[in-house]
């Protein structure tokens, strides 16, 4: 899982950027190093990859109608997606971002097909025919390719028309680089490329049990792993050798992920520091991130110290433990997203830690499924209403600069009655993962 806080603190960030052509495994295959000598809290950690389920070609199917019900409710004639998790979301397919034009595209009426280069379609062919299925409507998916001296976006009009569509608006999604949505927007003088958004955040946004279920075991898996480590660090460890750990403990449980480790002073920086840094006894140390469940990430963060926090850090934390439980108590469906920033936001100001952005320097949580950030967004001036089934961070945080920073982080869902967290809150900076 590469989101932008591993972008700008991991090593391994440009070559894990670089674009690939190949069609990645469906499932991921994790191994770990039999001869690797684990921490024995890490070494005791099982091996959960048969807890899960993948998503089944008969939800897919479903996805389909529902993205068809959602362009015609908002009058797009066809939805385009490239590459990216919106693309795997619909299809099961996880195609490798490049230069060349790949694209997945459903009609409102009608048949998806694919405009892909030429020499892809048998790699594209080979995922339609795969057992298990994964693609929906593959016997009726048409292939369109195009040589590499030719316009892919002159194909994708050719098709569009095939399809009935030669007039019209074209819901482009929103991750589309733009060479690629600059080129679907010039493909036709008769056609005009909108947001795509409305369609899929409409399908995204409300998680089906298929979906909680794994994201139930990636936040599972990732408190485990944070425990394990927890129990294996020590003063003089520096934060790469923790975040190593990290990895390797995810391994362990048969998933990939990692965690992002900042001490002291630079876990006064919400997203961290390329500094190199070493554990301190009674210093802060904030650990962020997650791992993938079949797609589906988690995102938790804690923050705790190796010995005894001083009378300030346990306010702060006390303080933004507070903030975290005001954040879930505000949700319910039809409540604005807006508020449950709100509520944070004023237990933050009330204890002495505003104004607005002063110390608590972010939103209070983003919605979270296949992307680790995705629609919709808790913060002032969204008035988006919550909906049972929608996912989201609880990530208040105080950071004081030069000193410190405390931010609380786990993943919930929208239920009737309220929201649920997925994992329990971490109940003290000495003893965060005591189970209460």
């Known amino acids: 899982m590469i989101n932008r806080r591993r972008f700008l603190l991991s090593s391994a960030a440009a070559a894990a950027a670089t674009p690939t052509l190949a069609l990645q495994a469906q499932r991921p295959t994790v191994a770990a190093d039999s001869n690797l000598k684990l921490p024995p809290a890490i070494a005791a950690l099982a091996n959960r990859h048969s807890e899960a389920t993948p998503i089944s070609l008969a939800e897919r199917e479903q996805r389909l109608e529902r993205a068809r019900a959602l362009l015609s409710q908002h009058k797009i004639d066809a939805l385009v997606i490239a590459t990216g998790t919106s693309l795997n979301y619909f299809t099961g397919l996880r195609w490798g971002q490049s230069e060349r034009f790949f694209s997945w595209v459903l009609p409102a009426h009608g048949n998806p097909f694919i405009v892909c280069p030429v020499f892809e379609e048998g790699r594209v062919r080979e995922r339609m025919n795969a057992t298990p299925a994964q ?133 006064a920086l919400p997203h961290g520091s390329l500094q190199p840094q070493v554990i301190r006894e009674n210093e ?30 346990k306010k702060v934390f006390d303080i933004v433990h507070k903030a975290q439980a005001a954040a879930l108590a505000a949700a319910r469906p039809g409540v604005q997203c807006q508020a449950i920033d709100d509520a944070a936001r004023k237990v933050v100001t009330d204890a002495g830690y505003g104004p607005d952005y002063k110390h608590f320097t972010h939103r209070v949580g983003h919605g979270i499924g296949i992307d680790g950030h995705e629609w919709p967004y808790l913060v002032r001036g969204n008035a988006t209403p919550l909906a049972a089934g929608m996912t989201f961070s609880d990530e208040p945080g105080i950071y004081i600069t030069g000193e410190f920073g405390v931010r609380l982080e786990d993943d919930w869902v929208v239920t009737a009655n309220g929201g649920e967290m997925f994992t329990p809150q971490s109940p003290s900076l000495e003893d965060p993962f005591a189970h209460v």
């Open 135 to 267: 693609l929906p409507a593959a016997s009726t998916t048409k292939v369109y390719t195009w040589n590499e001296d030719e316009s892919p976006y002159t194909l994708l009009a050719r098709a569009l028309k095939d399809a009935g569509i030669s007039t019209g608006k074209i819901g482009v999604e929103e991750r589309t680089q733009f060479a690629f949505a600059d080129g679907i927007a010039h493909a036709s003088p008769t056609l005009t490329a909108v947001s795509g958004t409305p369609v899929t955040y409409g399908c995204r946004s409300v998680k089906s049990p298929a979906e909680l279920a794994l994201m139930r075991l990636a936040n599972n898996i990732t408190l485990s792993v944070y425990e394990a480590v927890f129990k294996s660090s020590q003063p003089g460890m520096t934060n790469r050798h923790f975040s190593e750990l990290v990895a390797a403990a995810y391994i362990h449980c048969g998933f990939p992920g990692d965690a992002s480790c900042q001490v002291g002073e630079y876990s």
């Open 284 to 313: 802060i140390i904030l650990i962020d991130d997650g791992c993938t469940v079949e797609g589906y990430q988690s995102d938790i963060s804690r923050t705790f110290v190796l010995g005894k926090a001083t009378d300030k850090q």
